[in-house]
């Protein structure tokens, strides 16, 4: 992936607050979908506090480069503007960026961006398939640790990237409450029926897939990342007293499919270009990727060197008026696969994949303690409690938590991140 103009850290935008934003400047240019009022769901283009209204850009004729027929593409569903590929993403992101760049066209394209705070963000597709990987290895080892002291990594775990088929309906997007799932719950005198009382968080990030491959034909992992259209925080809530009771033999099955929050933004892959570093380094002892997961250029530049946070607020900390507590810091360069290697993986069988699916990466965490990616693993199994500055303690989520995710990428007097994935726990 070549940088262009669109990458220069020294570019400019009128919009106000733009060129401090830390998620935001004119350099990211994300995607997402919006309404305000009772319009239409619409495309938007997130730039500091406000939304670039894309269909009233295009109608204005602000969009020099973009076929007017991209127009179709930009109501009630992002699904097919990610099924048109990179060539219509990188004519909007030049676009944007020549418009939002020009001082000269303040005046005709202001009228169009409304302030982020005013408008309802949606879930940016209609999610036909969502699957989870596993790919942070250093949450691997601590989990599997946690449940198998003498065997953490499962032997496959270095050969083949590990997933499940996770449940499409109940992904919510960033905002929306989670109801604390009942279910059975494992005790000394067997199952009971209640309220999970281990509820977590996976701190992961979302693939979106763009274009799509037929029915029995894999992807080759050269050519995977031709089919990701952008990158999101994903929220894989887990209940892990209902997980570790129902997990063997098939995995997670209610003890995830309850709730599963995403980001709203779409970060794109022209975005994130400064900010790719090579695969995660395997040692002499380590096993090489299998020859359908091994391409020189992605190992070389296919991994995403992002910084990811979780923040945890309670609500006797809100009602204080206290700041969130970061709870664990992490980086994507932490994953053993790369989203291609997913991707290729995810195909490699035949399966298709289609236009606004929704990858997991598998919750990213660092070996150091302080930067595990869930609950479960930052508590030791709930032996070590948190300690919050009101002088509450955690284990796992309480009613009124509201915990976020963040990432951002910083290299090169580059900045950008990819906004809030929230969720507060009812009940
Ligand atoms: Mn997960």
């Known amino acids: 992936m070549t940088l262009d103009v669109t990458h220069d850290p020294a570019a400019r935008s009128w919009v106000p607050g733009a060129d401090a934003h830390p998620d935001f400047p004119v350099q990211n240019?994300?995607?997402?979908?919006?309404?305000?009022?009772?319009?239409r769901p619409r495309a938007g283009i997130a730039i500091a506090e406000r939304v670039a209204d894309l269909p009233a850009l295009l109608a204005a004729g602000l969009l020099a480069g973009v076929d007017?027929?991209?127009?179709?593409?930009?109501?009630?569903?992002?699904?097919?503007?990610?099924?048109?590929?990179?060539?219509?993403?990188?004519?909007?992101?030049?676009?944007?960026?020549?418009?939002?760049?020009?001082?000269?066209?303040?005046?005709?394209?202001a009228p169009h961006l409304r302030p982020l705070a005013a408008v309802r963000l949606h879930l940016p597709c209609e999610i036909g398939d969502y699957t989870d990987f596993y790919a942070g290895i250093h949450h691997a080892a601590r989990v599997g640790a946690l449940f198998r002291p003498d065997n953490p990594l499962l032997p496959n775990y270095r050969h083949v990237p590990i997933g499940y088929h996770g449940r499409a309906s109940s992904v919510?997007?960033?905002?929306?409450?989670?109801?604390?799932?009942?279910?059975?719950l494992p005790g000394a005198e067997g199952p009971r029926f209640g309220p999970s009382e281990r509820l977590d968080h996976e701190l992961e990030l979302g693939i979106w897939v763009g274009p799509g491959n037929a029915l029995g034909q894999p992807i080759p992992v050269g050519e995977?990342?031709?089919?990701?259209?952008?990158f999101a925080l994903v929220n894989d809530w887990s209940a892990r007293d209902i997980q570790a009771w129902e997990y063997q033999p098939l995995g997670p099955f209610l003890a995830k499919s309850f709730a599963t929050t995403v980001s709203p933004f779409i970060v794109t892959p022209e975005a994130l270009a400064p900010f790719r570093c090579p695969a995660m380094p395997r040692t002499p002892r380590d096993p090489q990727p299998l020859p359908y997961l091994l391409d020189p250029a992605d190992q070389q530049a296919g991994g995403l060197d992002l910084t990811v946070e979780a923040w945890l607020e309670s609500a006797a900390m809100r009602a204080a008026g206290l700041p969130p507590l970061r709870i664990s810091q992490g980086s994507a360069r932490d994953l053993w696969w790369t989203p291609a290697q997913m991707v290729a993986h995810h195909a490699s069988n035949g399966c298709n994949l289609r236009p606004g699916d929704l990858l997991g990466t598998g919750t990213i965490s660092g070996e150091a303690p302080g930067a595990a990616g869930s609950l479960l693993e930052?508590?030791?199994?709930?032996?070590?409690?948190?300690?919050l500055p009101t002088g509450e303690t955690r284990t796992f989520l309480e009613a009124g938590d509201r915990l976020s995710l963040t990432a951002r990428a910083e290299r090169a007097g580059l900045r950008l991140g990819f906004g809030p994935c929230a969720g507060e726990v009812v009940g």
Do not use: M, W, Y
């Open 378 to 387: 930052l508590t030791e199994g709930g032996k070590r409690p948190l300690a």
């Open 29 to 39: 240019l994300p995607l997402c979908l919006f309404s305000a009022e009772d319009d």
């Open 224 to 230: 995977a990342a031709d089919h990701i259209a952008g």
């Open 172 to 184: 919510v997007v960033s905002g929306t409450p989670v109801r604390r799932p009942a279910g059975q």
């Open 68 to 109: 007017e027929a991209v127009g179709e593409l930009l109501f009630d569903r992002l699904n097919e503007l990610l099924a048109a590929g990179r060539e219509v993403r990188v004519a909007l992101r030049r676009a944007l960026f020549a418009l939002l760049t020009d001082p000269a066209a303040e005046p005709r394209a």
